[in-house]
């Protein structure tokens, strides 16, 4: 009996061993061609007329945003790694026609890549002064600030 206790033991640790973890991958703390910037940064943009950008799906931002923050979810095809994909959706008609116009894009802090991802599409499309919150919501009401 216990050699099949093993024998058991073994197969079911070669099966672990040989099925790929689903990795999860921490997002950077630069964005290339934009701004990083962290939570009182955030707040100091927005009080000279930044808009936030909420990349998270429309439910989450129901629930709770940013106060001001506009909702253009990230369709991700690859959640949680850096990855993207051709199935990846990100509306930019719905960003500020105004190419110049200060952007803050935000999700729920690392590792959630939407927010990041969509800076970067944004940034791709020419806007000028995309600024990346990493920590996002969670950060946000840590502080205290507002929400809606």
Known sequence: MKHLQLLAFFAFAGFLAA???????????????????????????????ALFVDARVAAEYAEKHIKGAINVPFKEQFPKVSKTGPEDKFDLA?????????????????????????????????????????????AWEAKGLPTE
């Not at 960003?95 to 116009?101: Q, T």
């Open 94 to 138: 719905k960003l500020p026609a105004d190419k110049g116009k200060a952007l803050i894009f935000y999700c729920n802090g690392s590792p959630c890549w939407k927010g990041y991802k969509a800076a970067d599409q944004a940034i791709k499309a020419g806007y000028k002064k995309v600024h990346w919150f990493r920590d996002g919501l969670p």
């Open 19 to 49: 099925t790929p973890a689903r990795a999860v991958e921490e997002t950077p703390s630069s964005i290339p061609g934009g701004t990083f910037v962290n939570a009182d940064q955030a707040k100091a943009q927005a009080d000279k007329g």
